[in-house]
């Protein structure tokens, strides 16, 4: 079975376990940044794998969902970040880039700039890497939000922090999915995965220290504080993070950003 991986930070917490005590048998890792397991589950070419919430909506019908897991956070977040020349409020009708490694984080601020500061900039795609030489702003997201740069950009908005103020839901960010086609065929591999998550998540409360350890190491190049950035991050799927994806799901699909989705399917 494919499984895959976001290469970042973020993901870590949920592989700790199958990747550092107990591999999974039948299980071929597939690495990658968010947009590009997004792409591979679009296409089939991934059996299982955390997806961002955006693309989560417009494979609904192909897809059902983990309902213990996901990647949230309530407010700000380090690591989801538009960085720009001027201020927000000046970026209408200029030019903002838009990292292709997320889904989820590319709605969440088209949907700020058109719902709640009324600006309708242009929109470019660009690497996951800052750089602002030929746009007014960027979004940058995961560890690329996280590490040294040259010329660090004069305004910075964390975008988890400006849909709580805005709109007073947390985000998910993104959430697990099987295929519904290899639902029978991997029912056992994909029980073990869930039960490895499961442990992984354990082992965050209970063996903290080494779990940082073992995610400096993995990812080096990370100024941010692992201890304080997976405080900031929510693993568990709650039912209040169910609710917030709704709200982010219906606001999308009313701006035509992603497909409308009345309720997703969850596995059981």
């Not at 956070?73 to 997320?102: F, M, N, R, T």
Request: hydrophobic share 40%; with cysteine; net charge negative.
């Amino acid at each position: 079975m494919k499984l895959g991986y976001i290469d970042y930070l973020n993901c870590y917490p949920f592989y700790f376990h199958m990747f550092e005590k107990e591999p999974l048998e039948d299980v071929s890792i597939v690495y990658g940044y968010p947009g590009a397991l997004n792409k591979m589950m679009v296409a089939g070419d991934l059996d299982m794998s955390p997806i961002s919430s955006a693309t989560c909506a417009d494979i609904a019908d192909r897809v059902v969902v983990l309902p213990d897991f996901c990647l949230s956070s309530v407010g700000y977040v380090g690591s989801v970040i538009l960085a720009g020349k001027v201020p927000i409020e000046e970026l209408d009708k200029k030019c903002i880039g838009l990292s292709s490694a997320s889904h989820t984080s590319v709605v969440l601020l088209k949907m700020l700039l058109k719902n709640y500061y009324q600006i309708e900039p242009e929109y470019v795609s660009t690497g996951p890497r800052l750089d602002l030489m030929n746009v007014d702003a960027a979004l940058i997201i995961g560890n690329d939000a996280m590490v040294n740069v040259r010329k660090p950009a004069p305004y910075r908005y964390d975008i988890g922090d400006l849909w709580l103020r805005k709109t007073g839901f947390p985000v998910v960010f993104a959430v697990f999915a099987v295929r519904e086609s290899v639902l029978d065929k991997y029912e056992s591999t994909i029980k073990a995965v869930i039960r490895s998550y499961h442990n992984s998540i354990k082992c965050l409360d209970s063996e903290r220290e080494q779990v940082i350890l073992k995610a400096q190491e993995k990812y080096p190049d990370i100024i941010y504080d692992i201890h304080s950035y997976y405080e900031l991050l929510g693993f568990e799927f709650t039912e209040e993070l169910k609710g917030a994806l709704e709200f982010y799901h219906t606001a999308a699909a009313e701006l035509g950003l992603i497909r409308r989705v009345e309720k997703l399917r969850y596995y059981e």
